[in-house]
């Protein structure tokens, strides 16, 4: 299989995901996830481990063609099904201390002609199977990472004028610059981007808001922060003692919003790709932090679906603050991909919280996360609320007001 990336820089995205993201330790077991499409890096990242002192990686490849072969040929029942042996394992290996990779590499738009029920029924059952392996991974029980690798189906959507070796080129090209892997000192160029990250994270603690305002066209928004919130970006410490960044790239600082809390209308600054479906123009409105109103001209029909998929659904999980000026932004792109579009901009998601953006003496507690404002639901999905004319103020618990952004930028 040839790389759209060189060897030479396959080995550096390799060795920052292995040794910055993950930060694998001698000894430590590693399980990879990734397409099959993902090979050459997957190999690399294997040597890299190894040299790491893995003391066994193992590999989960998918295959599209698979994926598409039970659209065509499986029964109706088949969509109901999931693999929930496998999770338990995966869950097994996790909270007994292996670290997980998950490479992304797929084609955005894989079952966007296939029958929508059946694409979301067979999400449902997964996201079901799925809990015991992703229960250790959101609660950060072992470090963790996932990093991107071009796929040609992707690069097609994102640069669709060019021809397809051109946008291979050329998403291959983006991924090392906005993963930081392009410069002299991909490490060093981490460190002093988390440093930074840290920093706003630090701020906004101090500042504790109970809430924070958003004003700009089509958006009109009071979004209340779950009690006893914490505000996290960047590389953190994950429960087995070990530090690492789980997103490359990562952009954000985000916490938890009050699941009861949120009011006002919010509009998307980004169309919302789900499932091979390009949500547009998503317009909401909530009423004590529950969707009572939602809009898209188009995917419409897809949003509702999701938004009923649970009692949690239709309420928030995330907020994240990006800066306009982040590289993802700049780029101009967009990407179809959350890891990638979700660190362009300011964004909220809908359905699931992450206990980690809590107080040590809430998030290992579910119920004190429940009842401090923490969301449940089967889904998380991020969505863009961020771009250059958004303001954002933050409300103290006295209720005063401290500018956050101006602009889409960092007020001070
Ligand atoms: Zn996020
Ligand atoms: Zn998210």
């Known amino acids: 299989m040839k790389s759209p990336i060189s060897d030479a820089n396959l080995e550096k995205l390799a060795a920052v995901s292995i040794n910055t993201g993950l930060n694998l330790k001698k000894g430590q077991p590693l399980v990879i996830t990734a397409p099959l499409n993902a090979q050459p890096l ?6 890299q481990a190894y040299k790491a002192g893995a003391s066994l990686v193992t590999t989960i490849y998918t295959d599209e063609a698979d994926t598409l072969a039970r659209y065509q040929y499986g029964s109706d029942e088949s969509f109901d099904v999931a693999p929930g042996w496998l999770f338990e394992g995966l869950g097994k290996a996790f909270t007994d201390g292996a670290a997980r990779l998950a490479v992304a590499a797929s084609n955005p738009m894989l079952l966007a002609e296939m029958d929508a029920d059946k694409v979301s029924r067979a999400n449902k059952a997964q996201s079901i199977a799925a809990k015991p392996a992703m229960q250790p ?28 070796d051109e946008a291979m080129q050329k998403l291959a090209d983006a991924i090392l610059k906005i993963s930081r892997v392009d410069g002299p000192d991909p490490v060093a160029a981490w460190a002093e981007h988390d440093e930074a990250l840290h920093k706003r994270a630090d701020w906004l603690n101090e500042q504790n808001f109970s809430a924070l305002k958003y004003t700009g066209p089509g958006t009109d928004l009071t979004l209340g922060l779950a009690d006893g919130h914490k505000w996290v970006g960047g590389s953190k410490v994950a429960r087995n003692g070990v530090r690492c960044i789980a997103n490359i790239p990562t952009e954000e600082v985000f916490t938890t919003p009050h699941k009861d809390r949120v009011d006002g209308t919010v509009s998307a600054t980004k169309p919302l790709s789900y499932n091979g479906t390009l949500i547009e123009n998503i317009s909401v409105r909530f009423e004590h932090g529950r969707i009572v109103e939602s809009s898209a001209t188009k995917g419409e ?23 306009h000026s982040s590289p993802i932004s700049q780029s101009g792109l967009l990407f179809y991909n959350t890891l990638y579009d979700e660190n362009a901009a300011c964004h909220i998601a809908l359905g699931q919280c992450y206990s980690e953006c809590f107080d040590n003496a809430i998030k290992t507690d579910p119920e004190k996360v429940k009842a401090s404002g923490g969301n449940e639901s089967l889904i998380h999905i991020d969505w863009m609320i961020g771009s250059d004319k958004i303001d954002i103020d933050g409300i103290k618990q006295d209720g005063s007001t401290v500018p956050v952004f101006r602009k889409g930028e960092w007020a001070s």
């Open 301 to 323: 029909s897809v949003l509702k679906k999701v938004l009923e998929t649970d009692e949690g659904a239709a309420r928030l999980g995330e907020v994240a603050l990006v800066p």
């Open 42 to 47: 997957v190999r690399k990242l294997t040597e």
């Open 137 to 164: 991974i959101v609660t950060f029980q072992t470090n963790w990472n996932i990093i991107s690798y071009p796929h040609v189906e992707w690069a097609k959507l994102v640069f669709p004028n060019v021809s397809e």
